[in-house]
């Protein structure tokens, strides 16, 4: 328990206070434009996979897969903000935790500042440990409630042997200053935090190392609505401050919107398309994305425009039996024979803008042509034959 009762019996004041406090509003739409990340590749990810073996039987033999991902592949610049944006399932925590190599691929290659860090055995992971973080989802269940807050944001210099300069103690209360948390609440314990707090303890553990990367597997989506703004507010200070680089896992188009340099959607283990912000968002071309961003409220009716929701019909299709060729083909509207028979690549479409479609929205390129080309000398990063997939 606390030895500082004292200060413990202080009521924790709920309200959010320090970088990334903003008003009580859900993250806004309308975001000023950044300026252009064109660094260096930090991550690059390619043909990424990953197939959960299915097992039956009292030998526990393999009968089937899920395949969560199925050969994905983007690279992240220094710097940047990678949204990972798709509906529950479609593999963007297992992506996410592939890259951090909490869970190793069953295929693919991921290179982290040139380095292939694929079949990195863990000790020689353990120093790459502090250049890569991740955030998780709910704020609660990924903090230790018996541990302190100083014992949860020094935990990684004890992991990792590391002597602050001026002492564990004086760093971490530097670190909580710095996400907007009172340094006298380190004795205290999570559960005497709002949700809002929790998470900003959270991100405050995952600073402790100063690292290059950081994966946020929906940082706010367990907050209430009028925190997440400050929430989000916060990770770009902080990204700003600190020159991070984040990859951010969301199903709300909305917060992604907000925060990221470029947007993958991912679909059923894939990516359909990947785009910057702007581009993404103004002329989508997979008609995938556009029914998720028919989904978006969009808070002035006046900037609402003809905009038709569409209601995807059916449910997403189980990842242990995706469709054959375009997955997305049995809730799409526009699906036509040969969505049925050639699976479209992810080509780009225009400078910048890759889609995997073979009827793509809002381009003047032949598209269909673009893919038909790409489709006779598949594009690097295509997933591979199914026979060629290794075992899960
Ligand atoms: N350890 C596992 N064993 C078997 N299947 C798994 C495992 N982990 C995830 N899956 C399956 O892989 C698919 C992708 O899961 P994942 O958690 O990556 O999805 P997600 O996009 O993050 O979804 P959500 O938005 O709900 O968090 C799902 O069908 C899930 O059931
Ligand atoms: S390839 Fe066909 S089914 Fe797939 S998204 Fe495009 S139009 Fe729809
Ligand atoms: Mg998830």
Redesign the pocket.
Known sequence: MSTEKTAADTPVETAEQGPGAASGTAPSLAKEARPARDGEPLLEVDNLG?H?P?TAGLLRRQVAA?K??DGVSFSVRKGETLGLV????????????MIMRL?DPSFGKITFEGEDITKMSQGRLRPLRRDLQMIF?DPYSSLNPRKTVGAIVGAPFRLQNIEAKQGVKKAVQEILELVGLNPEHYNRYPHEFSGGQRQRIGIARTLALKPKLIVA??PVSALDVSVQAQVVNLLEDLQDELDLTYVV?A?DLSVVRHISDRVAV?YL?KIVELADRADLYERPMHPYTNALLSAVPIPDPSERGDRQRIRLQGDVP???DPPPACRFHTRCWKAQDICKQVEPPLVELSPGHQAACHFPENTTVSATDEVARAAVAPAAGAAPAEESAPEA
Request: aromatic share 4%; with cysteine.
């Open positions: 990953k959960f299915v899920v969560a991902v798709g509906e529950s399932g479609c593999g963007k925590s297992t992506t996410g935790r869970l989802q597997d929906e896992i199903h991912m283990g189980s990842p242990l």
